[in-house]
């Protein structure tokens, strides 16, 4: 997952959905989608209330950074349609990693003595240290 769904609080992370219908609804009412984290339907971490009918652009859901814990889980949603019955996703897993990446405090190459200059590598070289250069 981007950094940027996690660490800045004006960019929230943007859950998008596949339409539920083969066509918008010209039925008048609300629908509403309801997201959680690993199974547990009591604990909203998202949710989204349209007017119909909805644009297709809209079928989205924004999280707050906060609402997303580190580690992998599973996030899944309860939409609820302009009749008030309630449809459940499959779980989908993710991963939220918010550990800043350990790198090395130097990229610069290190090599043999026996390789630098004025000395070459050889095949000589490689032959007796098994293909490999080694510092």
């Not at 996690?6 to 010209?26: G, H, I, M, Q």
């Not at 971490?45 to 909805?54: E, F, H, K, S």
């Amino acid at each position: 997952m981007h950094r940027s769904a996690w660490s800045d609080p004006a960019n929230p992370l943007r859950v998008e959905f596949k339409p539920w219908y083969d066509s918008p609804s010209t039925d008048p009412g609300t629908e509403t989608v309801d997201v959680f984290l690993d199974g547990d339907e009591s604990t909203i971490i998202g949710t989204r209330t349209w007017v119909l009918p909805m644009d297709p652009a809209d079928y989205y859901v924004e999280i707050a950074p906060a609402r997303l814990p580190q580690g992998e889980h599973t996030i899944s949603f309860i939409m609820t349609n302009w009749v008030g019955v309630p449809a459940r996703s499959f779980p989908y897993t993710v991963t939220i990693d918010k550990q800043e990446p350990l790198l090395n405090a130097s990229s610069r190459l290190v090599f043999p003595a026996e390789v630098l200059p004025p000395n070459k590598l050889t095949a000589r070289y490689l032959e007796l240290n098994g293909d490999e250069v080694n510092p």
